[in-house]
């Protein structure tokens, strides 16, 4: 097997908290080289930026984008008109129709573009679609309430416009969602609850249904010290599934039924090592254009101003 | 030809001032009954509600939805459910995703699903399309600045989520837009006044652009009193075209090059007729899907509250 030799863009925290080690333990993927204004890994040659990367540094397959979603789409433009495949972290970009060029240019060149949901790789998730498909689906409740001072410490970027705010990890929800379900889910009604000096909300509350009419409430927030929760609970005529941890443990009426430790991260390269083989790609919008219907159609409330 | 027996359901200033005449002017198209909370039109069968009206109402072909975006969904399915085509006013719905069921409901159905955009088919909006997809654009600049109050009296729904605010008349700016260019834009930055009473927005700029580049703006604005309007003007490099007046006059370096009386609403009738002899769907959902990205990535700002 011919190496996949990828580029890490953006060398913050998820970068050198999963990326890193996942590229290094999957098969036929190579990390080459880094580009990032600051940061950097001793022993890889670093640049200041994708265009100098791209310019001056050594041969690369690809490009594994890990810089905040604003400034995304230009840098996979840039890759794929330098012949690069692109691996997108989530969320894919800040708007939905921004990807539509650059799926036509990646279909064009025969190059990879593949826009990321690693929740969806999280170890209970397709056992719970699987369980799930066998069912009679009576509601959904989906619980994502995190601490975002430990989480997202000096992540600027997420209360700022195109940063999604508590959508940031709420996005990861829908992406589970939107594959453990039979039905397309859409929004119906939804509140987010914007710090009075943010640009982005802190807490949500979003009503989905599906064309029968299933109930789905989601509540995200980013205000919670304390217990942590990304679970997700479905009834069903059959009993009740629990999909906790992110999507890594399932239990069926409180019995746990499938756990495994996380390899989502090398799920993803896994799979973009075997898209890059034949330069296909997968690009799938369904959790952003949740989110982008929450802001069109939600009740916008201002709370307390959030300070890190 | 076999007459398509249409019910207008919500018949509001929008379904009196354009739907009726349209209606009666379009060969092949009867108006049969109307569906209406309050209002009603001398020798038409009347009924509260659309599911009063499928169920007690005349034989129907046909509902063409004049209600706010925010039922318009549920009235949609019931309408498909119940074997009837149905024509959707502009936006399509209050989301992006809602339309999804609808159109898979509508091609299982073997009913038409047609989502209108009227300013589509304003006169000179054709001419300008062929007109540019000969020429090398440099740049566009929309402005879309009406007065609330003289052509939106009493609409309330037009500030609760889901109403769109400003984005209501502006969608069609961008329902012509997305026609006339030769290639995908998408949104990169907005700012978004709200009032500070209101759940929408009552102005708005936009920066948008394409793969190439392109620089385009545009520049939303309920608060207009005196002169109105409704341009969008596209510099080439082969001159400056027009388009004024809502899409009903072109002119190229101020010389007008095409005009003609508005036929929107009977050119949206005439398709719908042919649409429904073979139960074909039209949904293009790229306008509504720039007004989702503009909320969801855009800059909100808060400004006096409005009274109307």
């Known amino acids: ?57 050594p041969p690369i397959d690809a490009v594994s984008l890990c810089t905040p979603p604003q400034v995304r789409r230009a840098q996979a433009a840039a890759a794929l008109a330098a012949g690069k495949h692109v691996m997108l972290e989530k969320p894919p970009g800040t708007g939905v129709a921004e990807l539509d060029p650059l799926i036509a240019m990646a279909a064009e060149a025969k190059r990879t573009l593949f ?54 990890p709420g996005i990861n929800a829908l992406s589970i969602l939107t594959k453990i379900l039979p039905k397309p889910v859409f929004v119906t009604a939804a509140e987010l609850s914007f710090p009075a000096n943010c640009q982005a909300p802190i807490a949500a509350s979003l009503t989905l249904t599906d064309i ?64 890059a083989a034949t330069g296909a790609s997968d690009v799938d919008l369904a959790p952003l254009r949740l989110v982008a219907d929450a802001f069109l159609l939600g009740r916008r409330i201002v709370v307390e101003p959030f300070v890190d």
């Not at 097997?1 to 993927?29: C, N, S, Y």
């Not at 689906?137 to 309430?145: D, N, P, Q, Y």
């Not at 941890?245 to 090592?273: C, N, Q, S, W």
């Open 212 to 275: 029968d009419g299933l109930p789905v409430t989601a509540e995200f927030d980013f205000r919670q010290t304390g217990p942590q929760s990304w679970d997700i609970v479905v009834e069903t005529e059959q009993g009740r599934m629990t999909l906790s941890g992110g999507g890594r443990h399932m239990a069926i009426e409180g019995k746990t039924v499938a756990e495994a430790p996380d390899e989502e991260y090398r799920e993803l390269y896994r799979r973009f090592v075997a898209l």
């Open 115 to 168: 826009a990321t949901w690693h929740s969806r790789h999280a170890p209970a998730v397709e056992p719970a679609r699987q369980w799930l498909a066998a069912r009679r689906i009576k509601s959904v409740h989906i619980s994502w309430k995190e601490d975002v001072r430990v989480w997202h410490p000096g992540q600027g970027w997420i209360w700022e416009p195109g940063g999604l705010g508590v959508f940031d």
């Open 1 to 57: 097997m011919t190496e996949l030799r990828i580029a890490i863009v953006g060398f913050g925290k998820i970068a050198r908290d999963q990326h890193v080690g996942a590229i290094a333990a999957v098969p036929g993927a190579t990390l080459t080289a880094i580009a990032s204004r600051n940061a950097s890994l001793p022993g890889l040659p670093h640049f200041a930026t994708i265009e100098e990367l791209l310019e001056k540094g």
